[in-house]
């Protein structure tokens, strides 16, 4: 009896063994391939928030952000959502919607325009950010041995025009011209800076230079009065308050025959006779693949350097050149002048 009971004993324990080994194997078969394919779908499905702060609505700071999030959605498809933000041109908006991005926690800010990564920059040092339509990244951002990289949380995209070129060009249009004019924003730190570039440019062609400035767009329309009552010609530099006031420009310019050179292509389009301009787009886009290897491939900002347009186009307004009498050289492109 005794021996049966322990055959049996034996038995089940060999059962139970059995048992337990092939629960065993098919955990380890299951557990460790599924927690992998987790992780593998988490990581391919990740879901990313990008905050856009763009100082205010005109066609060069339009398609730069168009070109940011054509490149994201390029590589990230459904995986991405822009929270855009337009500021009216008011910068202390800027700093509001920043300090809304920082609060939802998004992946990422992009910052269309000097006032708007100034916004950023004080809002978070922790959250990646990224300038466009930046003329001068040291200037904007307080960076007294600029080297082309910032050393915090942010990089991005330059949208500084070939400055001397623009005074070539300047020069070659109007090589008879003595007395030209700059009308710009003083509010603009980079319009400061292209001022004191353009100036040194075509002070050695041998103009004599003048800055007429305004600190915002209600003295647009007297200073420019004054500035094309003294001067031959006129230089615009990439300045967001000019870009949304070149209607008034043109209306002072255009009936005066003082014929402006722009610093690109939207204020060309709206009052300028030529520009040596990039692609607003393209700069954008540029901005979308940095964007991207931060996210994804998580690139520190610190040392990405910032990044230029690759190619400059010489464009010309057809209808303010044909109201002025003037015919150009080859080789300039027809650009759509603004309604």
């Known amino acids: 009896m005794k021996k049966k009971i322990a055959v049996l004993l034996l038995a089940a324990a060999t059962a139970l063994s059995l048992t337990a080994c092939s629960g065993g194997s098919n955990a380890s078969k299951s557990g460790p391939s599924s927690s992998a394919s987790s992780a593998s779908k988490a990581s391919a499905g990740k879901h990313y928030t990008v905050g856009i702060c763009q100082l205010v609505q005109h066609p060069a700071l339009d398609a730069a952000t168009k070109g940011f999030q054509k490149a994201l959605t390029d590589k990230l498809g459904s995986r991405v959502t822009f929270n855009m933000q337009n500021a009216s041109g008011d910068s202390p ?60 949380n942010i990089s991005g995209t330059s949208d500084l025009a070939p400055i001397e070129q623009q005074a070539n060009l ?48 209600n003295d647009v329309q007297s200073v420019t009065k ?85 190619k400059y186009t010489k464009e010309y307004n057809p209808s303010v050149c044909k109201a002025m009498g003037i015919t150009l050289p080859s080789g300039f492109k027809a650009i759509k002048a603004s309604s």
Not at 257 to 283: H, N, R, W
Request: overall charge neutral.
């Open 170 to 217: 300047l020069h070659e249009l109007f090589p008879k011209a003595k007395k030209v004019g700059i009308i710009y924003c003083s509010a603009e730190p980079n319009s400061k800076y292209q001022d004191k570039v353009i100036k040194k440019a075509l002070t050695k062609l041998g103009y004599t230079c003048k800055d007429y400035t305004f600190s915002d767009s």
């Open 93 to 152: 908006t800027c700093a509001v919607i920043c300090n809304q991005f920082v609060s939802s926690n998004v992946d990422l800010i992009m910052a269309n325009a000097t006032p708007a990564l100034q916004a950023a920059q004080t809002a978070t040092s922790k959250i990646p950010i990224l300038g466009t339509s930046v003329t001068d990244y040291g200037t904007a951002l307080g960076i007294s041995n600029w080297s082309g990289t910032t050393g915090k």
């Open 226 to 310: 004054t500035a094309a009552s003294e001067s031959d010609v006129i230089y615009l530099p990439t300045d967001n308050t000019v870009a949304s006031n070149t209607g008034i420009i043109k209306n002072v310019c255009l009936p005066a025959k003082v014929p402006v050179i722009a610093g690109e292509e939207g204020i060309c389009a709206g009052c300028g006779v030529a520009t040596l301009s990039i692609s607003y787009y393209d700069l954008g886009y540029t901005t979308g693949e940095m964007a991207y290897d931060i996210l994804v491939n998580h690139a520190n900002p610190a040392t990405m350097k910032v990044k230029f347009a690759p």
